[in-house]
């Protein structure tokens, strides 16, 4: 008799790319705490490394302005990777937003302070669309 196999979707993997260490770790912390897998880096350039090298995420969630490498910088590398991977921006800087005009889908935009409860709201709701 064939065995079939039932595969289980694990926990949605959340990509938070964040310049502020204490701000990307208290986010990484309390999304675990809300049953995310949750992936740190610390500035751009490691995300930009892990997006290269590390799993994919189901979402990215990444601050805007960084020094060195920005979101939007970010944003773009994933898309080439995933065109349809969801990408929330976490920003005190709204209007930089607009260099994503154009992009599908459109990322989702948070401002700085940040409405925990609306995030993970917008984070469940990916979750379920996935």
């Known amino acids: 008799m064939p065995v079939t196999a039932i595969s289980t979707p694990g926990p949605f993997r959340v990509l938070v790319v964040e310049d502020d260490e204490r701000s990307g770790r208290m986010l990484a912390g309390l999304l675990r705490r809300d049953g995310f897998t949750v992936d740190v880096c610390l500035g751009g350039l490691a995300g930009l490394q892990h997006l290269a090298e590390g799993p994919a995420p189901d979402v990215l969630v990444t ?12 944003a773009r590398l994933a898309r080439t990777h995933c065109p349809t991977l969801p990408i929330v921006i976490v920003t005190a800087y709204p209007d930089l937003a607009n260099r994503l005009d154009g992009a599908e889908p459109m990322p989702q935009l948070f401002i700085k302070p940040l409405d925990y409860s609306a995030l993970v709201g917008a984070l469940r709701d990916l979750e379920r669309s996935a």
């Open 63 to 74: 601050d805007l302005r960084m020094p060195q490498i920005d979101g939007i910088t970010v």
